[in-house]
């Protein structure tokens, strides 16, 4: 089965009436679990960006709590499963402020995190690449929250 391009699938949704629209969501939904986060986002969150911010820093901070710290191998698995997870929620949202917002979030979380980071260069690696990446969509963004921003990155520097 050869698969559409965007241009193709949405040429056919536009000749499609509302009811099979709502059934081809429906439907779409039922496949994959990111469709459906994805659609839920785009229903019920994306109108209050604040509040969906909010529950992900939730999700983080309970994230943070389950992680095993016998070995430095379980935390580093349990931070890139965080990581990947942030990633996600980013991409619903297509904000930059709140790719930001969610990555200060998350270095912050792991600079303050015990055992120290320090302790392993692929932990310590890890932030400073997220750190990197806060750096450069930083300058995407109006000059207020660039540097509003900048002073929060900066804490983050040890």
């Known amino acids: 089965m ?10 056919e949704l536009i000749d ?21 986060e994805l ?9 209050n960006e604040e509040d969906y911010i909010i529950s992900i820093k939730r999700e983080i901070d309970e994230q943070f709590e389950m992680i095993n710290t016998t070995s430095y191998y379980y935390i580093k698995k349990r931070i890139r499963k965080i990581l990947r997870t942030i990633k ?13 917002e969610l990555l200060l979030y998350f270095c912050k979380k792991l600079k303050n995190f015990t055992p ?4 392993n260069i692929l932990i310590k690696n890890m932030y400073h690449r997220e750190t990197l990446a806060i750096k450069k969509k930083i300058t995407v963004l109006h000059e207020d929250l660039q540097y509003d921003y900048k002073l929060e990155l900066q804490k983050l520097y040890f």
């Open 2 to 11: 050869k698969t559409a391009t965007v241009k193709e699938l949405k040429a």
């Open 16 to 36: 499609r009436s509302h009811h099979e629209l709502i059934e081809l969501c429906i439907r779409l939904s039922r496949f994959k679990k990111e469709n459906k």
């Open 39 to 47: 659609l839920s986002y785009l229903l019920f969150e994306s109108a």
């Open 88 to 100: 996600k929620y980013i991409r619903y949202s297509k904000s930059n402020e709140t790719e930001i």
């Open 116 to 119: 120290s980071i320090h302790s």
